[in-house]
């Protein structure tokens, strides 16, 4: 997509200005300097309309490329590389390109200068900048401007060459899987062991591999194949987990970066990527200003649909916990563990979560302490008073909780998971 324009620059205004000047000035003194600079300009005038049909016709034969990634971290730094392509038979000079780059501070353009490219020459341009927030980001559009000698007048073609990128959040490191409640193997996740016992059943038979042990040939079949046959096992049990938070707008305490919100979705993705990393099939279930599930599964391709979930979540449920946990509650498997994020403003309503354990759902309470986020001062006695009075409340419901305050070690607290 592409369209051109002829556009009149700022300096015209001077030019007109200035030809009045003469005009008058000639006409005044009679003086011939005053005519023939004044015929002058209107000759460079019409020079450079001439040079506007050549930039008109040479500018549409300009191929602009863009490559660049198509997700970064939120923090690091986006390359991006131009690549201008001059297809005329003729050159091209006074071109100036500019691009739009949306993850950086305030909308960042990127401005280059070209006095000239021979013909069929191509440049490299190579620039980029810092993603400071996560989100769903466009680069470009890319325009092209073709200046004349004088600047007066310049032709101008807008490139649609726009590309999504993806500002992932930035994740930390959980040492240790938590613990997990072991469950029924689904469809998708079947897997075959060349040894079984335990919780692992007969699956079928196969030829022999190299490394199969010999004491699962089955011999019958060996002898009746005339070629060595092993005995297959699946693996009926694995471990499956939930995370699930919403994304509440009058709970979102603090200021960018630093807000209930953000650390939200930084400890969701991190937790999000530790599992599947380590092979273990999650789902997500979340509320930021609309339903947001995904269904148990695993894989980099599942953690990459999950994650632009994470890059464009924002603060914009009105939700309450309760609300939204007899809502969707059922989504959640049995025989799996549940992470559920929430502030200590919603502890309470943990309560109505205690059913999930008739299902062998054990349940893993992640706590944000939203007091920490406050501007005004906050006393770190009453935070830590809070934090006693909650576990005392579950004590004896076999929930586990995790305290997360603003500036917290987030590996250090996820390590104190036994």
Known sequence: MSSFRIKISSK???????EILLFILGNKTNLGIFFFLFLLAIVFFCLDSIWLVFSF???????????SLDDVVEGDFLPVELLFRNLNFSPVVNIEISDFLEPAKLNKQKKFFIPSVKPKGQLSFKYGCICFKRGKYVLGPVFLRSFGFLGFLYTERFIGSLKNVYVYPRTFNIEAAP???SGPLPWFGLQTVSAGGGEDEFFGLREYKPGDPLK???WFSAARKNTLIVKEFQRCSFHQATIMFLLNKEQNIGRSPETVC?????????LTKHFIENDICIE?????????????NKGKEYLDEIFKFYAEAQPESHLTLEEFFQEYSTFI???????ILLTENEVDNLLSILQLKERNISIVALVLMSSTFSSGRFSRQDTESKKSNILAQFANSNIRVLFFSKSDNLSEVFSQIK
Not at 57 to 67: D, F, H, M, Q, V
């Open 262 to 270: 953000e650390l939200t979705i930084k400890i969701a993705a991190s």
């Open 333 to 339: 498997p049995s025989h799996s563990t549940l992470f």
């Open 12 to 18: 015209i205004i001077a030019f007109i200005i200035l």
């Open 57 to 67: 016709l040479t500018i549409g034969r300009i191929e602009i490329i863009r490559k």
């Open 179 to 181: 613990f997990l409640v």
């Open 216 to 218: 699962r040939i089955h």
């Open 284 to 296: 997500v279930l979340a509320h930021a200003g609309r339903i947001a599930y995904f269904s148990l």
